[in-house]
T-cell receptor, first 116, second 119 residues
Framework: GAGVSQSPSNKVTEKGKDVELRCDPI?????LYWYRQSLGQGLEFLIY????????KSGLPSDRFSAERTGGSVSTLTIQRTQQEDSAVYLC??????????????FGNGTRLTVT | AQKITQTQPGMFVQEKEAVTLDCTYD???????LFWYKQPSSGEMIFLIY??????QNATEGRYSLNFQKARKSANLVISASQLGDSAMYFC????????????????FGKGTKLSVIP
């Protein structure tokens, strides 16, 4: 079956512009996560969804970042007024359940964002 | 304190040899899961192996095995018969069962180990 799909795979934008990153999780996965990976670094948690609800948004680095999920499926991460420090790979992952500690996260290939 | 510690930024191994990548973790939960992911230069995150906190047997998946020492809070990944295609970043991660506020149920990652397989 299809894995987690992210688009675009690469995005170059000018400082100050808004960008939208899309994630299409594995069908039937109720939990969806966004992570950020800066160059040569580990993964930084941003936000998770259970269904369409995001119970905790405290991982988002600033109020320029927002995310939504519709229909319990596709999610969009929006970064407003992009800054150069936003340049990173943004990874989306899905899982069968939020509260199952034995359930792995399945990742998409990420969106590489470059802010010039 | 860091929840996941990977002390080896980089490792080299000869092709066909075995290699152990270290991982220690910190949690007060009784129920948790430990995961290893591989990230090749292409950037995708590939799930390799899982070990549950209550599992008495070490997990194995093909050439991958997890050396789980619960009392020492370590979960080292062992790759047997290394292949050139094993060259990648390897991340250890933990998922805790208890709801703990910010970032609950997230997978918490270590900083990774870059493995290079030498022909």
């Amino acid at each position: 079956g299809a894995g987690v799909s992210q688009s675009p795979s690469n995005k170059v934008t000018e400082k100050g512009k808004d960008v939208e990153l899309r994630c299409d999780p594995i069908s039937g996965h109720t939990a969806l996560y966004w992570y950020r990976q800066s160059l040569g670094q580990g993964l930084e948690f941003l936000i998770y969804f259970q269904g369409n609800s995001a119970p905790d948004k405290s991982g988002l680095p600033s109020d320029r970042f927002s995310a939504e999920r519709t229909g319990g499926s596709v999610s969009t991460l929006t970064i407003q007024r992009t800054q150069q420090e936003d340049s990173a790979v943004y990874l989306c992952a899905s899982s069968t359940q939020v509260d199952a500690y034995n359930s792995p996260l399945h990742f998409g290939n990420g969106t590489r964002l470059t802010v010039t | 304190a860091q929840k996941i510690t990977q002390t080896q930024p980089g490792m080299f191994v000869q092709e066909k040899e075995a290699v152990t990548l270290d991982c220690t973790y910190d949690t007060s939960d009784q129920s948790y899961g430990l995961f290893w992911y591989k990230q090749p230069s292409s950037g995708e995150m590939i799930f390799l192996i899982y070990q549950g906190s209550y599992d008495e047997q070490n997990a194995t998946e093909g050439r991958y095995s997890l050396n789980f020492q619960k009392a020492r809070k370590s979960a080292n990944l062992v790759i047997s018969a290394s292949q050139l295609g094993d060259s990648a970043m390897y991340f250890c991660a933990m998922r805790e069962a208890a709801y703990s506020g910010a970032g609950s149920y997230q997978l918490t990652f270590g900083k990774g180990t870059k493995l290079s397989v030498i022909p």
